[in-house]
């Protein structure tokens, strides 16, 4: 079946520009993650979605981060005001959640490149 | 907090040479550890995930074991192939939380 995917594939922008990242889950997953991997360094969790439940922020580096998914299903990472810092590749990643061997299996889109200029 | 520590950063071998690389975690307290690769702007690819109950899993060529109590998971690689070249990173998820806490990688170079 179709994986997670993600849009764009590379995002250039200007310096305090708004942006907008896209992620799209596997269907039937109930998790859904953001995470941010600067150049040479480890992933960094951003934000996480379980179901109709209220997101964990924890990981998301300013108020300039947010995000938001609908009806359970589409996600949007939105960054205001972008600075150079927040270069980087944004990936998104879905699991089924709950117990059970290989339901916390977390799958990964492509990610999005984004350099701000 | 949870460390997760990669050794090495990068490693380079001929064609048919096993592989084996080294992950370090500091809070034994975890729920599980997934090894994934990598590819050059690719996303992640998840390769083996291991419960803490669990000592090691194996998937054809590939076999990952894991030791809780002194903090480490090795990930074996037999008989080496270029297509194996890549970015392998490992990902601990701890008991009491789902966030993923990353090591940096090893870039493997398979050389024909």
């Known amino acids: 079946g179709a994986g997670v995917s993600q849009s764009p594939s590379n995002k250039v922008t200007e310096k305090g520009k708004d942006v907008e990242l896209r992620c799209d889950p596997i269907?039937?997953?109930?998790?859904l993650y953001w995470y941010r991997q600067r150049l040479g360094q480890g992933l960094e969790f951003l934000i996480y979605?379980?179901?109709?439940?209220?997101?964990?922020k924890s990981g998301l580096p300013s108020d300039r981060f947010s995000a938001e998914r609908t009806g359970g299903s589409v996600s949007t990472l939105t960054i205001q005001r972008t600075q150079q810092e927040d270069s980087a590749v944004y990936l998104c990643a879905s699991s089924l959640r709950g117990t059970g061997e290989g339901r916390d299996t977390q799958y990964f889109g492509p990610g999005t490149r984004l350099t701000v200029l | 907090k949870q460390e997760v520590t990669q050794i090495p950063a990068a490693l380079s071998v001929p064609e048919g040479e096993n592989l084996v690389l080294n992950c370090s975690f500091t809070?034994?307290?975890?729920?599980?550890l997934q090894w994934f690769r990598q590819d050059p702007g690719k996303g992640l690819t998840s390769l083996l995930l291991?419960?803490?109950?669990?000592r090691e899993q194996t998937s054809g060529r590939l076999n990952a074991s894991l030791d809780k109590s002194s903090g480490r998971s090795t990930l074996y690689i037999a008989a080496s192939q270029p297509g194996d070249s890549a970015t392998y990173l490992c990902?601990?998820?701890?008991?009491?939380?789902?966030?993923?806490?990353f090591g940096a990688g090893t870039t493997v170079t398979v050389r024909a």
């Open positions: 291991i419960q803490s109950s669990q």
């Open positions: 809070d034994s307290a975890i729920y599980n």
């Open positions: 990902a601990v998820r701890p008991r009491d939380d789902y966030k993923l806490s």
């Open positions: 979605f379980q179901g109709n439940s209220a997101p964990d």
């Open positions: 269907s039937g997953h109930t998790a």
